[in-house]
């Protein structure tokens, strides 16, 4: 069993001896407007603009959002998204526009578990997507090449550990497919190792109520330095595959959500920044 596998296997066991978390005291969400307007060159034309907030303090990373009025409603669990959200750091980084949303259902019964929303940075000049490329393709090009956050927003109360071992599930899954189309090396693999463990740690033992959102933040490359994942109020990893697989796997297949894979590759459909 590789290094990787067993460094899964490990952090889904209940028996694994858990990390001791001290949880980050999480900051409220605002529903005031933002006072300014930008122009934003975006799929959805949006025009409010919310602020995600990311600073790194002891180790910790904190994210606040301040949430513009100017949103997107699922109409399948009446959950409302920011058509755009901009991330505050040290190195400016324009909006990220809303490219789509969708429900993830679960059973026979498809009982509603979360509404979930991409964003991303599609003005970023790294990306090169023609008109006539594959939608699924330029899913792949804005994922690699651009910042992005995945937005989770439970229909009901659940718990951080729930959703950790869903992600530790869905890095198996991508880990099994890069295995088979020969994509991750050896030194990779072991390279996942330590921030996989770390995925597992920075999720506290505690509930996630109802409603309550989870940013993951997907930071755009930088050359020479390994790509940051950040869960909002909890933590990140850093690390190129775990990292950019983790955002992938909701658009491998139908993904955890069908609905918002079609949204995506709807809005993305007629998409362009490149002759």
Same mark, same amino acid.
């Given at each position: ?8 296997? %490990? ?21 005031? %407007? ?109 994922v690699k ?10 229909t009901r ?17 991508r880990l ?16 996942? %190792? ?82």
């Amino acid at each position: 069993m590789s290094l990787l596998f067993r460094t899964l296997a %490990a952090a889904r066991s209940n028996a694994c001896q858990r990390s001791t978390i001290q949880t980050v005291a999480r900051r409220p969400f605002s529903t005031s %407007a933002s006072s300014s307007t930008r122009g934003l060159r975006s799929l959805l034309c949006a025009v409010g603009v919310g602020a995600l907030a990311v600073s790194v303090s002891l180790g910790r990373v904190y994210l606040d959002s301040e949430q513009s009025s100017d949103r997107i409603t699922d109409p399948a669990t009446s959950i409302e998204f920011p058509k755009a959200i901009s991330v505050q750091a040290k190195t400016k980084i324009p909006p990220l526009q809303l490219v789509g949303l969708g429900v993830r259902t679960v059973s026979f019964l498809g009982i509603k578990v979360y509404s979930v929303g991409f964003y991303a940075d599609l003005s970023n000049v790294n990306l090169k997507i023609p008109k006539d490329m594959d939608p699924e393709d330029k899913i792949r090009e804005i994922v690699k090449n651009t910042d992005c956050v995945v937005r989770i927003v439970p229909t009901r109360s659940t718990s951080y550990t729930h959703l950790r071992d869903a992600f530790i599930r869905a890095l198996q899954g991508r880990l099994v497919i890069a295995k088979k189309e020969g994509t991750l090396s050896e030194e990779q693999e072991q390279a996942a %190792a330590s921030p996989i463990r770390k995925l597992k740690s920075i999720f506290p033992n505690s509930p996630l109520a109802k409603h309550t959102p989870l940013d993951m933040y997907l930071a755009a490359p930088v050359p020479g330095r390994p790509r940051a994942l950040v869960f909002r109020d909890l933590g990140a990893i850093e690390n190129d595959w775990v990292s950019t697989e983790l955002v992938l796997h909701y658009f491998e297949g139908d993904g955890p959500s069908p609905p918002l894979k079609k949204s995506v590759l709807d809005n993305l459909k007629d998409f362009s920044n490149y002759p």
